[in-house]
T-cell receptor, first 111, second 116 residues
Framework: DAKTTQPNSMESNEEEPVHLPCNHS???????IHWYRQLPSQGPEYVIH???SNVNNRMASLAIAEDRKSSTLILHRATLRDAAVYYC????????????FGSGTRLLVRP | EAGVTQFPSHSVIEKGQTVTLRCDPI?????LYWYRRVMGKEIKFLLH????????ESGMPNNRFLAERTGGTYSTLKVQPAELEDSGVYFC??????????????FGPGTRLTVL
């Protein structure tokens, strides 16, 4: 079972920031927090990951709570192409690092 | 650089037939994963290869599914005989070998399998 909980859906206006929350209250000290997204009719796509500190890359920012029991993916300016299902995942920390997908958050971006 | 490719993109077969799905990972990626999403459900892990060795096949649903990765390059997933509940989208992903939980997995576009 997924070790994270996310809202089923969120809506945003184009060009506005979007904050996608994720709860992972059972996170262990060695668990990384990964975010993937799945655009319509495509395979999942890596977005960002972090351990303790906030992270930025060209796609998004990841804000991690101090107690690490929650995190927020931030899209600074949503575009129509950002409409997707966003998954917050704690990879399985055995030798496989397999991804356990939950139901994710479906993001709708309004023009 | 070419991404992960999967073949075919779609497959429609009848119950009881055999289907073989193929995945070509990104060159140099030792890790190869198979996942699937059946109708209305979440994406589920099937198995993981490191080079040609099966590292974790805990997600394989039953012995009708056989995965191989000869030579540590491309992989095949055979379903024999196919059942109705096998319908879904099968994804392949690859990643480099890294330490810790930092490895980014690159996914292919998936193969949509329909069993009639």
């Amino acid at each position: 079972d997924a070790k994270t909980t996310q809202p089923n859906s969120m809506e945003s206006n184009e060009e506005e920031p979007v904050h996608l929350p994720c709860n992972h209250s059972t996170i262990s000290g060695t668990d990384y927090i990964h975010w993937y997204r799945q655009l319509p009719s495509q395979g999942p796509e890596y977005v960002i990951h972090g351990l303790t500190s906030n992270v930025n890359n060209r796609m998004a920012s990841l804000a991690i709570a101090e107690d690490r029991k929650s995190s927020t993916l931030i899209l600074h300016r949503a575009t129509l192409r950002d409409a997707a299902v966003y998954y917050c995942i704690l990879p399985w920390m055995d030798s496989s690092y397999k991804l356990i997908f939950g139901s994710g958050t479906r993001l709708l971006v309004r023009p | 650089e070419a991404g992960v490719t999967q073949f075919p993109s779609h497959s429609v077969i009848e119950k009881g037939q055999t289907v073989t799905l193929r995945c070509d990972p990104i060159s140099g990626h030792d890790n190869l994963y198979w996942y699937r999403r059946v109708m209305g459900k979440e994406i589920k892990f099937l198995l993981h290869f490191v080079k040609e060795s099966k590292q974790d096949e805990s997600g394989m649903p039953n012995n009708r599914f056989l995965a191989e990765r000869t030579g540590g390059t491309y992989s095949t997933l055979k379903v024999q005989p196919a059942e109705l509940e096998d319908s879904g989208v099968y994804f392949c992903a690859s990643s480099q070998v890294t330490s810790g939980g930092t490895n980014e997995q690159f996914f292919g576009p998936g193969t949509r399998l329909t069993v009639l």
